[in-house]
C-alpha cells in the first residue's frame, strides 16, 4: 500500500490477471485490507485534456480505479483540525500500472484525462447516488482557494 500523503487517503495496486486472452481488473472485494463498503458502482468516460472537478462529498468515501488511458487526480485537505490540513497531492495513475485511489468524506477532489486517448474510470463507492439531494458539494476548475495543478 502506498501513501497519499493525506489523511483518509490511500492507493494500492489493483490486482490484474493477465493471459492469452486477454485481461481480468478486479474492481473491489470485500477481502482486501482497508476494504470500503460497496453501496454503488459507476463509470465515467472523459474526453483527452478534460478536468473533472473540484468536488468533495460530507459522507461518501469513493475508490476510483483506471481503466483505460492516464489521469492525472488531484486530493486537497481543508479540513480543519487534519493532520495534512493544507495539503495538496496530485498524482499520475494510468492502465499501464493500475491502482485503486480511495479517498474519505470532506476531501476535495478532481481529475484530468491525460494523454490521446479517452479516460475510463470505475468509481465505487460506499454511498448511493442521492439523485435527488446528492451528497456533493462542487467548485469551479480555477477557483482561486486551490492551487493551480491541472495541465
Known amino acids: 500500500?502506498?501513501?497519499?500523503?493525506?489523511?483518509d487517503a490511500w492507493i494500492r495496486d489493483a490486482r490484474v490477471v493477465t493471459n492469452a486472452k486477454g485481461s481480468v481488473h478486479e474492481v473491489w472485494s470485500a477481502g482486501e485490507p482497508r476494504a470500503i463498503a460497496c453501496r454503488q458502482v459507476h463509470v465515467t468516460a472523459t474526453r483527452p485534456g478534460v478536468?473533472?472537478?473540484w468536488f468533495r462529498h460530507?459522507?461518501?468515501t469513493?475508490?476510483?480505479l483506471i481503466l483505460r488511458g492516464t489521469a492525472l487526480i488531484a486530493l486537497l485537505d481543508d479540513r480543519p483540525g487534519s493532520a495534512t490540513c493544507g495539503?495538496?497531492?496530485?498524482?499520475?495513475?494510468?492502465?499501464a500500472?493500475?491502482?485503486?485511489v480511495v479517498f474519505g468524506p470532506m476531501?476535495?477532489?478532481?481529475?484530468?484525462?491525460l494523454g490521446d486517448a479517452e479516460l475510463v474510470v470505475a468509481h465505487v463507492n460506499d454511498q448511493p447516488f442521492a439523485h435527488g439531494e446528492p451528497d456533493e458539494e462542487k467548485l469551479p476548475i480555477d477557483d482561486?482557494?486551490?492551487?493551480?495543478?491541472w495541465r
Do not use: K, Y
Open 51 to 53: 478536468v473533472r472537478a
Open 62 to 64: 469513493d475508490s476510483l
Open 87 to 95: 495539503q495538496l497531492v496530485t498524482m499520475e495513475v494510468s492502465d
Open 1 to 7: 500500500m502506498l501513501s497519499t500523503e493525506i489523511h
Open 58 to 60: 460530507r459522507l461518501q
Open 107 to 113: 476531501l476535495w477532489h478532481g481529475f484530468q484525462a
Open 97 to 100: 500500472h493500475p491502482q485503486r
Open 144 to 149: 482561486p482557494r486551490f492551487p493551480r495543478c
